[in-house]
């Protein structure tokens, strides 16, 4: 295993701790808001912290883009880090969130893993060795079309602009398709696509952190992924549209297809 990959492990399984810990003690949280419908806890915060410190500790030149604190440093090796992904659902006991932390080097995605510690799920990769859940290598599903697909989404809670953009989307897909789940952590739902749970995903106006670890997964697992427009600059647009192969190519016809506006 890469020695990257571990210290991405160490430091994802460190913040899980953390998270499991306080699981149980949400109502005595610190809660503190960044934006509409958008917050931040103590346990974000002291995640991210040890994220940073057991990286730093291995690598202590390398550069860090995380959630809570910003950009730290200028290196040629970034690591993008997401603390605990679906915050929202983790204040309300809803079981579904992970961290999540990816590796850039001179631009190009080589190290993922997104931890979920309540199910204690660890989907990691390096670029050119496949993709893996507990050690078990997975690969994208093998449905062929968007009718019997089940896909993720994610609604743009922060940009209501974008929101009829959205049901756009959502309009053209829903009776496509065998359903459509919005359970609130991009980084699972990522995940959830490179295992095959889910055949494919579409969100708007996420942040590299939401995407980084997700985006290699997939690539390594065998699927594919773009931006709304079917371009390859996902992590600095924030849309983001991925799946297996063949439900991919079917949600570039529909999304990407004049009737459905994307602009």
């Known amino acids: 295993m890469q020695p990257m990959l571990n210290i991405a492990i160490r430091a994802a399984r460190a913040a899980g701790n953390i998270i499991i810990r306080h699981i149980d003690h949400i109502q005595d949280l610190l809660v503190s808001t960044k934006g509409r419908n958008d917050f931040v806890t103590e346990v974000d915060r002291q995640a991210e912290a040890i994220i940073i410190d057991t990286i730093h500790k291995a690598y202590p030149n390398h550069a860090i883009l995380a959630e809570e604190s910003g950009p730290q440093g200028n290196n040629d090796y970034q690591w993008i880090i997401d603390p605990l992904d679906g915050t929202t659902n983790f204040l309300h006991g809803f079981p ?27 989907f990691t990769s390096s670029r050119g060795d496949g993709a893996y859940l507990n050690d078990r290598r997975i690969r994208v599903s093998r449905q062929k079309y968007l009718e019997g697909a089940l896909l993720g989404t994610g609604f743009p809670f922060k940009e209501q602009q974008r929101f009829e953009q959205y049901l756009d989307t ?94």
């Open 96 to 122: 579904q969130f992970a961290v999540s932390i990816a590796l850039q080097h001179k631009g190009v995605l080589t190290q993922a893993v997104v931890y979920d510690p309540l199910r204690q799920e660890l």
């Open 170 to 263: 959502f309009r053209a897909l829903s009776s496509l398709t065998a359903g459509i789940r919005r359970a609130g952590s991009a980084a699972l739902d990522l995940a959830y696509v490179a295992c095959g749970r889910l055949d494919g995903f579409w969100e708007f106006g996420l942040e590299p952190w939401d995407i980084a670890a997700g985006a290699l997964l997939i690539e390594e697992a065998g699927g594919m992924i773009s931006d709304i427009s079917g371009e390859e600059d996902y992590l600095n647009v924030g849309d983001i549209l991925c799946g297996n192969p063949q439900v991919y190519k079917d949600l570039v016809k529909v999304l990407v297809a004049p009737q459905v506006s994307t602009t």
